[in-house]
């Protein structure tokens, strides 16, 4: 075993779990999941049967993973954020044969107690912000806010603001990288 799982955790046979990845207390790993390296798994995770996280995905206390989702590297999951993965559950109507993928790209991060609604794929280092709720596709680079959840601006891959010059260029505060705004839509120069 190259990973660690504290002694609480429950893993299933039959998942793929990478090297140095760590799946902490009370954590639940179902069959069929595979998991990137160097992961890290909070207290009380739920991964449900088939869902893929990429390299380096961090998943916060209390983040259940439903059956659909597939996270790319570098992808990070706050503390009580939530996945869904059916649009009109009910109880008494089994709908097991219509859950939706839910891609969330390379990147991106899910702040705190975010809602993300199934169907709906979150772009390349998109920010969430806390208890913002995902009712539609989220653009490369956005970033993204309130209940229903709305784009009010755009961020680095360090995740900081960006503001566009009449150029329609902007450089990240932290790192120096500069970027471009076009069509509604940023790149990484």
Known sequence: MDYFAHPTAVIDEGCDIGKDTKIWHFTHVMPKCTLGEKCNLGQNVVVSPQVVLGRNVKVQNNVS??????CED?????PSMVFTNVINP????????EYKETLVKQGASIGANATIVCGNPIGKF??????AVVTKEVKNYALVVGNPGRQIGWVSEYGHRLNFDENNEATCSESGEKYRLNNENVTKL
Do not use: W
């Open 65 to 70: 993973i439903y059956t659909g989702v597939i």
């Open 74 to 78: 570098d992808v990070f999951l706050g």
């Open 90 to 97: 009910r109880s008494a109507v089994i709908r097991r044969d």
């Open 126 to 131: 998109a920010l969430i912000g806390a208890g």
